[in-house]
């Protein structure tokens, strides 16, 4: 380590001297430096641009697939009935008559204040599986809790009931099912499975004072109603899957008069792909549009100074803004976007009219799904060559960035070992010319003492 001895003999300002010098030594690392900064400021807004073409590549491949846009949308006459259209749905129409909905099974039993010995009881379902069920205690309240808990398909709830005639409280015990539809019925015996096989079991539910509240039944549909092709369809449910192909019917209450299921195209969920994929190709042109701008800045002395977008003179990304251009613009089979309402401005973006596009559709559905498909494979093909994360042209432009990058970092590593050998060189030469310096000074001092002290000798003889 060399020791500072900053103008100790020279008068020099030595330490500022050595960093003014080693500011300029450090010239080329400097110019490394603000390269590695550019390079991955570019790298950032690469992987930006990249993360958008890849989105609208997902987007516009299944925009493109077959069956994509057949899109159709179910509707019903009645509001007592629902229709969905899903996929695999297609234009149709349908009368139906509600003629049930679908319920469970709800009963009561007579008012009691316990159950009554033998506290077992046997649920026995439509399919005739009986589960016996042993409550902690003949409490109702252990009654209740055995057979919600037994997983038989019953829950039960206590309910008040007034008193009897020596004041006690009674409770009926109200059985549901927990499914609807005519399979969801059951039966509740008082007794073991043995006993009700043996049919020696109290049916609690038909016993005096008891009641079934609701029968278990199935929701029906009378399809073409009136006519020789009458036909009654159920569903354990309010809801029957796939009436039509693709859709879906849910039933609110029963009607007399047909109600008119209709599934026809659905203009709206088409325009809106299309609207989206526009969108996504608008977020892509706006990115390299931001990070190709120029910006001027004036400092406060007045002058001013102009720096580059990071895009700006890329060919990579002016190549790719092109292609995409052209894939989402250039006709159709002679037809350009425009006429179904895709136009390009003259600031390079799209605008989509959803009016335009929805009169085009209705008019002519067939040949506008297919240019919104072409358009859609076009810009797919486009986006997924730049984006794609094996062998993307920006892919590919990220990678070497990203690999210029660490070689510039370690040539600014190399720099700082070169340039602290260079300052310890500095530092040392400088020590040591102060240290001549210092020892010349001694010298000088000791001749001129040597000379002096002759002289006044001289001057005595």
Known sequence: MAISLDGLSSGLDTTALITTLMQAEAQPQTLLKAQV???????????????????????ATSTAKKGALDLYAATSSSTALTATAAAGASA?????????LAQRQVGVSAAMATWPSPSTLTIVGHDGTPVEISPASSSLDDVVSAINAAGAGVTATKVASGTDASGTKLYRLQLSSTTTGAASSFTVYQGSA??????????????????????AQDAKLTLWAGSSAEQEITSSSNTFTDLLPGVSVSVTATSTDPITVAVGRDVQQVSAVASKLVDALNQVFS??????AVATTTAADGTTSVTAGVFSGDTTVRDINDKVINAASAPIDGHSPSEYGISITSSGTLTFDADKF??????????VNAALQTIASRVADVATTASDKYVGTLTGKITGDQSQVTRLNQQVADWDIRLASRKATLEKTYSSMEVTLSNLKAQQANLTSQLAALTTSTESS
């Open 358 to 367: 929805a009169a085009a559709l209705a008019a002519d559905p067939a040949t």
């Open 287 to 292: 990115t390299i549009t931001s990070q190709s």
């Open 37 to 59: 900064t550019s390079t991955t400021a570019e790298i950032a807004a690469l992987q930006g641009l990249n993360t958008k073409l890849a989105s609208l590549a997902d987007l």
């Open 92 to 100: 149709g129409e349908l009368q139906v008559v509600v003629s049930a």
């Open 194 to 215: 043995a006993d009700v096989a043996a049919g020696t079991a109290v049916d609690v539910l038909a016993a005096p004072g008891s009641a079934i509240i609701k029968t």
